[in-house]
T-cell receptor, first 110, second 116 residues
Framework: RKEVEQDPGPFNVPEGATVAFNCTYS??????FFWYRQDCRKEPKLLMS???SGNEDGRFTAQLNRASQYISLLIRDSKLSDSATYLC???????????FGGGTRLMVKP | EAGVTQFPSHSVIEKGQTVTLRCDPI?????LYWYRRVMGKEIKFLLH????????ESGMPNNRFLAERTGGTYSTLKVQPAELEDSGVYFC??????????????FGPGTRLTVT
């Protein structure tokens, strides 16, 4: 079983749509959670951290469910520029190693 | 402020040859990390430096890989001898403090290594 699992997609949505991604993680001791965004052939960039209480940054909302060990990302009012791969990332055991999911590809169409 | 830089951006070598990848972290970042993504797989941690010291090298696949960070500035990752399965994208990242304390890791653009 992978440590962090994501649906690879692709998710094809029209502009303006709302889309949600989930990921599950296997290490119940994991301390920190993130969503990274990666454009084609570019480096991963931090989109947002995920907190237990849930957090929002503009059109993006992230939630964490520790009991079920899953993390979600909701994107409202999708823009063409949101097209990218979204990586679910976990920091297990409060160390410094990041554990990545395989990524979910989003394609926003006009 | 300059971001994390990596050199070369792309390297094509034959099986059995040696390749050295370089990473220059963001100035002032003591923490430096190497990750790699091989074909069809997720990005995997290789190792972590704090200044010139290896803090965690649990992700290094085997002894054909050697990472150094002399002087605690830039880092090199040498693969010797390269094998076909080493092909992939090697990312370097740096952070000002420990990730476990909430510091963000900033990634470089990666080196795409192709072993033929």
């Amino acid at each position: 079983r992978k440590e962090v699992e994501q649906d690879p997609g692709p998710f094809n949505v029209p502009e303006g749509a709302t889309v949600a991604f989930n990921c599950t993680y296997s290490n119940s001791a994991s301390q920190s959670f993130f969503w990274y965004r990666q454009d084609c052939r570019k480096e991963p960039k931090l989109l947002m951290s995920v907190y237990s209480s849930g957090n929002e940054d503009g059109r993006f909302t992230a939630q964490l469910n520790r009991a079920s060990q899953y993390i979600s990302l909701l994107i409202r009012d999708s823009k063409l520029s949101d097209s990218a791969t979204y990586l679910c990332v976990v920091n297990p055991n409060a160390g410094n190693m990041l554990t990545f999911g395989g990524g979910t590809r989003l394609m926003v169409k006009p | 402020e300059a971001g994390v830089t990596q050199f070369p951006s792309h390297s094509v070598i034959e099986k059995g040859q040696t390749v050295t990848l370089r990473c220059d972290p963001i100035s002032g970042h003591d923490n430096l990390y190497w990750y790699r993504r091989v074909m069809g797989k997720e990005i995997k941690f290789l190792l972590h430096f704090v200044k010139e010291s290896k803090q965690d090298e649990s992700g290094m696949p085997n002894n054909r890989f050697l990472a150094e960070r002399t002087g605690g500035t830039y880092s090199t990752l040498k693969v010797q001898p390269a094998e076909l399965e080493d092909s992939g994208v090697y990312f370097c990242a740096s952070s000002q403090g420990q990730t476990g304390e909430g510091y963000e890791q900033y990634f470089g653009p990666g080196t795409r290594l192709t072993v033929t």
